[in-house]
């Protein structure tokens, strides 16, 4: 499984980005869990949201839930942050991630793409 993520950038606070993941190697992702993860330099990797690859079942990080929205295309196998209400503790380089399961490990990562949010 192949993950790419794109879309990050620079914006003004109270500003909006989509961020996009798409993945690969596999026909269908039937059964997985996909996610999005944030890391700030000298800090642990956080958890911001996921999505059940089947039944689009989501889950937030507090401090994102009503601003962020995490969403996916079966079609394009492609997955979606839309960030709206940006804040600077929003600026970090956002990871998508995906497991075969519930209870599995996220053993599959994109590369990270940079969101900044300014003052």
């Known amino acids: 499984v192949q993950l790419q993520a794109y879309g990050g950038g620079l914006v003004q606070v109270g500003g909006s980005l989509r961020l996009s993941c798409s993945a690969s190697?596999?026909?269908?992702?039937?059964?997985?869990?996909m996610a999005w993860f944030r890391q700030v330099p000298g800090k642990p990797r956080e958890f911001v949201a996921t999505?059940?690859?089947?039944?689009?079942?989501?889950n937030y990080l507090d401090s994102v839930k009503g601003r962020f929205t995490i969403s996916r295309d079966n079609a394009k196998n492609t997955m979606y942050l839309q960030m709206n209400t940006l804040k600077p503790e929003d600026t970090a380089l956002y990871y998508c991630?995906?497991?075969?399961?519930?209870?599995?490990?996220?053993?599959?990562w994109g590369q990270g793409t940079q969101v900044t949010v300014s003052s």
């Open positions: 991630a995906a497991k075969e399961g519930r209870n599995a490990r996220y053993d599959y």
């Open positions: 190697g596999r026909n269908s992702f039937s059964g997985y869990v």
């Open positions: 999505i059940t690859w089947n039944y689009g079942a989501t």
